[in-house]
């Protein structure tokens, strides 16, 4: 992106500036086309009573009066999406830590890169979200962030800067989100592209993986779990032309794509963590600019707080 512009850790988030050709200064802010209030503590987080409820076990039983018997075992990454959906709703709400960065590469020119660290409280009923966090650029600039969603609306404040909002539907506010709540419902409608394996000890924890490479963008746009990298790079890649990059969408690969689910199978496959990142490929002048994105979630326990919108944010 041109200078003044945001790079974006998971939701364009900081200036940082990468010198495009000398006289050019440019910032920016991933399924193969050949297949395929308080937070309780940890103890009590284990020992949720609701969400034991979802446990996989011979214990787990469908709701009561309903007349069956133990809860069938998923199989399928669609059936443990499902389960994981039904154990994160079992509570109030969730307490995640975020972590983001993002990277832009040219060939010759030292890397430019943004870091963004949150916290999350997301209730589940109602939904809403409150994110505190923290912006650093490459030239340790540092800015606050504050993200709400309240009522399907997006309200977003960066440093001293007034309060923006609007709908989810807008690119410029959903960039700003991250809700891995949201992000597992999306899920569910390209879970089945999604590769099951069992992890930890015993097969504790449950991982869900999708992977992509060598898509060109147009064709990436077609791809339901490419969408949100495409988003986030329709408005980097408008204002790279702007700065005299000229590459055709055709001509843009998806180097590579991963999204990552990890899942607790002995507490009702509830989320562990979260893992997104994705890197494209934009040619310029015989080489290519290299953006490059990672954001994980990961899941801090049960949140029994409420979310309330501050009085300026609608202002």
Known sequence: MLPGTRLRPGKRRAVAVLSVAAATAVAVSGCSPHGGGKRKSAGERTASSRTARA??????????????????????????????RQAMAAEKGWTFALRGSETLLMQGQRPSTA??????????????????????????????????????????????????????????????????????????????????????????????????????LPAARSRPALKRAVREMEPALAQLRDAGVTASDGSITLKSFTETWNLDAAHGYRLVSHRYAYTFLVPYRGGDITVSQEVRADNHGVFTGRVTLPADAGR
């Open 55 to 84: 446990e996989d076990g011979p214990t787990a039983t469908s709701r009561p009066g309903a007349g069956r018997g133990p809860a069938p075992k998923p199989r399928t990454a669609e059936q443990f999406t499902a389960r994981a």
């Open 115 to 216: 870091t963004y660290a949150a916290t999350a409280d997301r209730t589940t009923a109602p939904a809403a979200l409150r994110q505190s966090g923290l912006i650093t650029t490459s030239k340790e600039v540092r800015k606050p962030e504050l993200v709400y969603v309240v009522g399907g609306t997006g309200y977003v404040k960066e440093g001293a800067e007034a309060w923006k909002h609007g709908p989810l539907s807008d690119p410029d506010i959903a960039d700003d989100v991250e809700d891995p709540v949201a992000e597992l419902e999306a899920f569910g409608a390209y879970a089945r592209s999604a590769k099951v394996q069992r992890t930890g000890a015993g097969g504790r924890h449950v991982r869900l993986q999708v992977s992509a490479a060598g898509w060109s």
